[in-house]
Nanobody, 128 residues
Framework: EVQLVESGGGLVQAGGSLRLSCAASGFTFDEYHIGWFRQAPGKEREGVSCISSSDGSTYYVDSVKGRFTISSDYAKKTVYLQMNNLKPEDTAVYYC?????????????????????WGKGTLVTVSS
C-alpha cells in the first residue's frame, strides 16, 4: 500500500517557523521525485517546492524562496519542508506528492495532474 503521510502542520504567528515531514512507504523511494503543494481557501492547488531523486536538486516557487528549505533523508524515506518567516499568505493545506523520476523537469512545474501519489495533507495556519 502506497502511503505519503504528512505531519508538522499547526497554528503559528507571522514570522514563526514550522517543519513539515512527509513519510513515504509502499513504493521505491528513489524512483520518485517528491514535492510539496499547497491549497489555500478558494485557491487552486499550487506547487511550492520539490526535490530531485536524480541529483538532489531543489526547486521553489518564487514566493517562498529564501524562507523555505526542502530536504530528504533517504534512510528514513522522509522529505522535510522547513518553513521560516511564515506569512499569513502561506496559510493552506500542504500536501506531499510523488512523481516518477522519468520527469526531467521540476515536478512542481509538471503540476498536480502529473503526480502519481498524494498524501492527505496537513493544515498550516499563519495568523497576523
Amino acid at each position: 500500500e502506497v502511503q505519503l503521510v504528512e505531519s508538522g502542520g499547526g497554528l503559528v504567528q507571522a514570522g514563526g517557523s514550522l517543519r513539515l515531514s512527509c513519510a513515504a512507504s509502499g513504493f521505491t523511494f528513489d524512483e520518485y521525485h517528491i514535492g510539496w503543494f499547497r491549497q489555500a481557501p478558494g485557491k487552486e492547488r499550487e506547487g511550492v517546492s520539490c526535490i530531485s531523486s536524480s541529483d538532489g536538486s531543489t526547486y521553489y516557487v518564487d514566493s517562498v524562496k529564501g524562507r523555505f528549505t526542502i530536504s530528504s533523508d533517504y534512510a528514513k524515506k522522509t522529505v522535510y519542508l522547513q518553513m521560516n518567516n511564515l506569512k499569513p499568505e502561506d496559510t493552506a493545506v500542504y500536501y506531499c506528492a510523488a512523481a516518477s523520476i522519468h520527469w526531467a523537469i521540476p515536478i512542481i512545474q509538471v503540476g498536480v495532474d502529473g503526480m502519481d501519489y498524494w498524501g492527505k495533507g496537513t493544515l498550516v495556519t499563519v495568523s497576523s
